[in-house]
């Protein structure tokens, strides 16, 4: 290793010149070749350095240092530790277990379509209302027709004529 004594650095552009401490002409210094120090060189600091000799024939330092400041502590890197095989297939069952739970004991409002229709082609809607009980059929076009939805289980029905639903003692639904 060689040593000199930094004579001039522009630390906006991270370059410098070295003086040698055995004579000689000023070396160029980057500051990508100090890899460790805990601070920027600077005028006046004595660097510890390899000569060699640059592609255009100039000399400048490499592998250099700051005689006397600290290195930068090592950073020691923590491996992230993989989990166990058994412990990833123990964790997928239970999400795919939780998925299934809370699809088949979801309360619906709805009826399945299936059990919607028991009718083919009847459209006439016969819906029970929540705040009065009193039944009511919806036709095509009414105002809350698109919006009721029939559940068998509840006692609503479907039916293919408004006489048919007259008949059962359903009242048309007020507009």
Not at 73 to 87: A, D, E, F, W
Not at 104 to 111: A, D, L, T, Y
Request: net charge positive; aromatic share 8%; with cysteine.
């Amino acid at each position: 290793m060689r040593k000199g004594v930094i004579t001039q650095w522009k630390d906006n552009r991270g370059f410098g010149f070295i003086q040698p401490s055995d004579g000689g002409k000023e070396i160029f210094l980057h500051i990508s070749e100090i890899k460790v120090a805990s601070r920027r060189p600077k005028v006046g600091d004595t660097i510890l350095y390899e000569l060699t000799t640059a592609s255009d024939g100039k000399l400048r330092a490499t592998k250099a240092s700051i005689d006397g400041v600290p290195s930068l502590p090592v950073r020691k890197y923590q491996k992230v530790k993989k989990g166990s095989l058994m412990k990833k297939l123990i964790g997928i069952t239970v999400a795919v277990g939780c998925v299934i739970f809370a699809t088949e004991f979801k309360g619906s409002r709805s009826p399945t379509p299936i059990t919607s229709f028991t009718k083919p082609g009847c459209k006439i809607k016969g819906n029970i209302s929540i705040n009065t009980g009193s039944k009511f059929y919806h036709v095509p076009g009414a105002e809350d027709y698109e919006s009721t939805v029939i559940d068998p289980t509840k006692g609503e029905k479907w039916f293919c004529k408004e006489s048919e639903a007259l008949a059962n003692g359903w009242r048309k639904a007020p507009k």
